[in-house]
């Protein structure tokens, strides 16, 4: 070989490196900077309370229902409240997890509330609020945002152990890493 094809070689095998590590950091910048992607879902379940002199235990919420980048799904939860009064913020974590990718979120209690449509008897409890997403797996890997959710409970009493059946929707954008 001589040394012209030699250099030329070099040459060549330099470039094709460059442009190697260019594609690969173009991608590592694109997997940083995240894929932003829209979240609907639709979800009815089951809510456990214990409500005792003003505080609000929110033991459990689980339920079953569809949503974009997880599919089919579970959601569970639980959190706390007061009952000081006829609307009280709230917070409190959660999951959503189907088959496809799993969410982890956290109620934001500044910007959540719940409000009672009675003091005593059976009520209707219409919550709203938003949740941060604080991560997720498979499909929705790395993801961070926020979804705004409205829902509505229904509750035979309003204080001691309760039970009651509710529905949610949640709707917001995510960023995905990866």
């Known amino acids: 070989m001589t040394g012209a094809a030699f250099?030329?070689?070099?040459?060549?095998?330099?470039?094709?490196?460059?442009?190697?590590?260019?594609?690969?950091?173009?991608?590592?910048?694109?997997?940083?900077?995240?894929?932003?992607?829209?979240f609907s879902g639709h979800y009815k379940g089951n809510a456990a309370l214990l409500i005792d002199n003003g505080a609000v235990t929110i033991s459990s919420v689980t339920g079953k229902g569809t949503g974009t980048l997880v599919g089919?799904?579970?959601?569970?939860?639980?959190?706390?409240?007061?009952?000081?009064?006829?609307?009280d913020p709230f917070t409190g974590t959660g999951?959503?997890?189907?088959?496809?990718?799993?969410?982890?979120?956290?109620?934001?209690?500044?910007?959540?509330?719940?409000?009672?449509?009675?003091?005593?008897?059976?009520?209707?409890?219409?919550?709203?609020?938003l949740a941060q997403v604080?991560?997720?797996?498979?499909?929705?890997?790395?993801a961070s945002g926020s979804l705004k959710f409205n829902g509505s409970l229904k509750l035979g009493g309003t204080s001691g152990s309760q039970n009651g059946s509710y529905t949610v929707v949640l709707t917001g954008k995510l960023t995905l890493k990866g």
């Open 134 to 142: 604080t991560g997720g797996t498979a499909k929705a890997k790395g």
């Open 95 to 129: 999951t959503i997890a189907g088959a496809a990718a799993k969410l982890s979120l956290k109620v934001v209690e500044s910007k959540s509330s719940g409000c009672s449509s009675g003091e005593s008897g059976p009520v209707t409890v219409t919550f709203t609020g």
């Open 7 to 38: 250099a030329l070689m070099l040459v060549a095998t330099a470039t094709a490196t460059a442009s190697s590590a260019s594609a690969t950091a173009t991608q590592a910048y694109r997997q940083a900077a995240g894929k932003a992607v829209s």
């Open 72 to 87: 089919a799904s579970t959601i569970s939860g639980k959190g706390t409240s007061s009952s000081s009064a006829q609307c």
